[in-house]
């Protein structure tokens, strides 16, 4: 079962964001996969 994905607008620091495509890249994942991934893990840790 494919999960429903929202194409969203985000406004980041531009270095930021590099670091976070070079890791994302590193772990063999699509950007937007890694920040979701992100969000699942801070939001688990509540």
Known sequence: ????RE???L?????IW???RKK???KG???SRYIEHL???DLKEE
Do not use: G, V
């Open 29 to 31: 994942m699509a950007y």
């Open 1 to 4: 079962m494919e999960i429903k």
């Open 39 to 41: 969000i699942e893990r």
């Open 11 to 15: 406004k980041i620091n531009p270095e």
């Open 7 to 9: 194409t969203i607008s």
């Open 24 to 26: 994302a890249i590193d």
């Open 18 to 20: 590099k670091e976070a």
